[in-house]
């Protein structure tokens, strides 16, 4: 497949301060790529320069060939949005809701209702297109949300964290309709807080911190980064934390990475018979740990490793910084 976008050396500064250092992105076409990263990373800050919303300090964006620049008005008739949070016109029908971003992109008028029923339908609100939003459960919201940043057929559709505050059932629905929408030619980058969502969906993930690319490759190519073997992972009370670490390296020649309660350390092959051998070495010590395990290397395994602590930790509660944006124009 051919890409759709290019990212070349790409920079944006604010001040002295580098919020992006010399980015490199290539996505294919058709594909769901993930953009992983701690808050302050650059995620944000590349989506908005491939939104035309920053200009970068340096570097090169193509989208689907065209620079940006001088193409911006006809790259964003190419990228559909759906932010972190919840963008509806409350007071405003599903129905409403839809014709309102139709116009706004500019669809022709004749085109209109064609257009809406069919995201009507996408979304399972065909029989409440006449009820207002704001009468809608969060799950309807989002499905309102994902067909109408897909109004006008948008080449890449980006997904800021699409899941967040859903239920289950209500995650799995909306993993499935991105698969759909995926398989009917759409590229999509997503954003999330949640590594499993992005070991199931996407195709390829990069991993950003402090402005840089520290990985990328499909989510099979990541695990390796943590390890070939299993993961060892103990719960501890913070008072036996650094003890059990320096036991596991000095006892078992480990090489343990601790994360608030938790410290994990990497089985190989000659340590296959270190699980049962570390409980009892802590048990002689008279150290008990909350909770001792093993599993295989996750995406949550090589986030530690690469940036030292798991994604969700380095997340804060607060606002989408996508959540001012309506139309993405």
Not at 43 to 60: D, R
Not at 129 to 138: D, P
Not at 273 to 283: C, G, K, N, Q, Y
């Amino acid at each position: 497949m051919g890409s759709i976008i290019v990212v070349e050396g790409l920079v944006k500064k604010f001040g002295g301060f580098t919020a992006v250092d010399h980015v490199d992105l290539d996505v294919k076409k058709g594909e769901i790529f993930g953009l992983l990263g701690p808050n302050g990373a650059g995620k944000t800050t590349i989506i908005n320069m491939m939104l035309s919303l920053l200009v970068p300090t340096s570097g090169k964006i193509l989208i689907d060939g065209f620079r940006l620049g001088g193409n911006s008005e006809k790259i964003k008739q190419m990228i559909g949005l759906m932010t972190q949070e919840t963008v509806v016109e409350e007071e405003l029908t599903a129905e409403e809701n839809l014709e309102i971003f139709a116009k706004l992109y500019h669809i022709p008028e004749k085109e209109i209702p064609k257009k809406v029923a069919e995201a009507l339908k996408e979304a399972d609100i065909v029989s409440f297109k006449n009820a207002k939003a704001s009468t809608f459960s969060g799950g309807m919201k989002r499905r309102l949300g994902l067909v109408r940043a897909m109004i006008q057929n948008p080449k890449v559709l980006v997904l800021d964290e699409p899941t967040t505050g859903l239920d289950v059932q209500n995650r799995v629905s909306m993993w499935s309709r991105i698969r759909e929408l995926n398989r009917g030619g759409t590229t999509v980058i997503l954003t999330t807080q949640y590594l499993e969502e992005a070991d199931m969906l996407c195709d390829r993930i990069a991993i950003i911190d402090h402005g840089r690319i520290i990985a990328s490759g499909t989510p099979t190519e990541l695990k390796r980064l943590a390890g070939t073997g299993n993961i060892l992972e103990i719960t501890a009370k913070q008072t036996d934390v650094e003890k059990i670490a320096k036991a596991l390296k000095s006892k078992f020649s480990l090489s343990p990475t601790v994360n608030g309660d938790k410290i994990t350390a990497e089985l190989s092959g000659k340590h296959r018979t270190t699980f049962v051998r570390v409980a009892i070495e802590l048990e002689r010590l008279k150290l008990e740990p909350v909770a001792i395990s093993t599993h295989l290397p996750t995406l949550d395994d090589v986030f530690i490793k690469l940036t030292g602590a798991t994604l969700r930790d380095t997340l804060s509660e607060g606002t989408s910084q996508f959540g001012r944006l309506r139309t993405g124009r």
